[in-house]
Structure formats: structure tokens, C-alpha cells
């Protein structure tokens, strides 16, 4: 898709009639990465993992939740982001490790709020306050971590620092077990934990690699 043709007239009926994609259509928002849009595509009640389908942007199955663990809170990306060669240069710089890529998705992000949010599939406005550094096999899978604007309980965090200890085992053991599965090798690690200014970092990063994959797409849907 050019930028002309997000401008004609046909372009602009199909905006007001059809819902936008997730990853592509909704803005990061004006305040990135102080505060950023998020697409949440599963939260804690669910027993499916779903999963924002690339190309149609539909949620599909991604897979049953085969055991217990589940996500410890509403779970999703960051959208007009990709992980791709700024990201992977980032993440082998700052873990010491060579050949690192990008995993190629938008940056994901999880959303900590005392509410209870009953299905995914919406948007959120968040802060982020930290992040994993993560790696699966040798792609950068960052997590970044965040709070819910104006929550009343972790909306008071600034930085993941703040938390407890044992809030940030809690995460670091879901992200490292959430895709074991029986008679299959984990190659995930979490190799850092890291605070808001290198969480933003990363956005920043993550939305330079998105302008780079997809040629000026957002700055022509800024303007539509």
C-alpha cells in the first residue's frame, strides 16, 4: 500500500467503513514512548492464547494454555512497532551476544492495572516502566512492562525498581515458562531486567525499525 493511496477518496470511505488493523492502523499515539497505545490481544481469565493475525489483523487461535500458568496480566504489542535490525543490534550490544536479530513482530508489552479487564481486543493507554530484555534462540524478544494510565494501585509506579521483588519473579517466570511445551528444548532467557528510561529506549528503537520496514506507512496514516 503507497501513501497515494491511503489519500483518494476510495481510501478514505474504506477508513470510515472498515475497522482498522491493529498493528498498522492505530496510532502509537502523540506522547510515545512516555505513554503508549497498546492492543491487548489476551488477559488473565483467558484459557486460549490469542494472537493479532498479521495479515487480515483479526485475533485468531494461537494456541490452548496447556497448563496452569497464565498471563498475570493483559498482554499485547505496541502498535506502528517491529522488531527488526535496530532492535537486534540494541539487544546484542547490551547483553554481550552475537548474531542477534529482531523477532520480526511488533514490541510486545504487558499491562499491569488492579482492574479487571474482561477480554482482549481493545486498546489501552500505558506507561511504561521497565522491561525484559529476552532472548528466543537468537532473536530479541523484548517484554516491556508497564502500568495502566491513572490505575489506582500501580499507576504510582515509575519505574519497575519500584516494585517488589517478588512482582518482578512473578513476570520474568511467566515470560520463561509460558511457551514450554512437553518433549520440546526452551531457548528463551531473560538476560536483563531494565528500567523506564531503557524501556523507552527500546520504543524508540522499535518505531524507527517499523518507519524503516514500512517506508513512511505511518506518517502517511497520520496525515489520512
Given at each position: 500500500?503507497?501513501?497515494?493511496?491511503?489519500?483518494?477518496?476510495?481510501?478514505?470511505?474504506?477508513?470510515?467503513?472498515?475497522?482498522?488493523?491493529p498493528?498498522?492502523?492505530?496510532?502509537?499515539?502523540?506522547?510515545?514512548?512516555?505513554?503508549?497505545?497498546?492492543?491487548?490481544?489476551?488477559?488473565?481469565?483467558?484459557?486460549?492464547?490469542?494472537?493479532?493475525?498479521?495479515?487480515?489483523?483479526?485475533?485468531?487461535?494461537?494456541?490452548?494454555?496447556?497448563y496452569?500458568?497464565?498471563?498475570?496480566?493483559?498482554?499485547?504489542?505496541?502498535?506502528?512497532?517491529?522488531?527488526?535490525k535496530?532492535?537486534?543490534?540494541?539487544?546484542?550490544?547490551?547483553?554481550?551476544k552475537?548474531?542477534?536479530?529482531?523477532?520480526?513482530?511488533?514490541?510486545?508489552?504487558?499491562?499491569?492495572?488492579?482492574?479487571?479487564?474482561?477480554?482482549?481486543?481493545?486498546?489501552?493507554?500505558?506507561?511504561p516502566?521497565?522491561?525484559?530484555?529476552?532472548?528466543d534462540?537468537?532473536?530479541a524478544?523484548d517484554k516491556?512492562?508497564?502500568?495502566?494510565?491513572?490505575d489506582?494501585?500501580?499507576?504510582?509506579?515509575?519505574?519497575?525498581?519500584?516494585?517488589p521483588?517478588?512482582v518482578?519473579?512473578r513476570?520474568?517466570h511467566?515470560f520463561?515458562?509460558?511457551?514450554?511445551?512437553?518433549?520440546?528444548?526452551?531457548?528463551?532467557?531473560?538476560?536483563?531486567?531494565?528500567?523506564?528510561?531503557?524501556?523507552?529506549e527500546?520504543?524508540?528503537?522499535?518505531?524507527?525499525?517499523?518507519?524503516?520496514?514500512f517506508?513512511?506507512?505511518?506518517?502517511?496514516?497520520?496525515?489520512?
Open positions: 500500500m503507497t501513501s497515494n493511496s491511503l489519500m483518494d477518496p476510495i481510501g478514505r470511505l474504506m477508513g470510515l467503513r472498515y475497522k482498522s488493523h498493528w498498522h492502523g492505530v496510532d502509537i499515539g502523540d506522547e510515545a514512548p512516555d505513554t503508549v497505545t497498546t492492543f491487548i490481544e489476551v488477559v488473565p481469565t483467558d484459557t486460549i492464547k490469542y494472537e493479532v493475525d498479521k495479515v487480515s489483523g483479526y485475533l485468531r487461535i494461537d494456541r490452548p494454555q496447556k496452569s500458568n497464565v498471563v498475570p496480566a493483559p498482554y499485547g504489542f505496541i502498535p506502528q512497532t517491529y522488531c527488526g535496530l532492535i537486534g543490534k540494541y539487544c546484542a550490544e547490551k547483553s554481550g552475537k548474531d542477534i536479530i529482531g523477532d520480526g513482530d511488533p514490541l510486545d508489552i504487558l499491562v499491569l492495572t488492579e482492574k479487571d479487564i474482561p477480554h482482549g481486543d481493545v486498546l489501552a493507554q500505558a506507561i516502566i521497565g522491561g525484559f530484555r529476552m532472548l534462540g537468537n532473536a524478544d516491556i512492562i508497564s502500568v495502566l494510565k491513572n489506582v494501585v500501580y499507576g504510582a509506579y515509575k519505574d519497575i525498581n519500584d516494585m521483588e517478588m518482578i519473579r513476570l520474568k511467566y520463561l515458562t509460558y511457551k514450554d511445551m512437553p518433549g520440546l528444548s526452551n531457548e528463551s532467557e531473560i538476560t536483563h531486567v531494565y528500567g523506564a528510561d531503557e524501556a523507552k527500546v520504543i524508540r528503537l522499535s518505531i524507527e525499525d517499523y518507519e524503516n520496514r517506508e513512511g506507512l505511518r506518517r502517511a496514516l497520520s496525515t489520512y
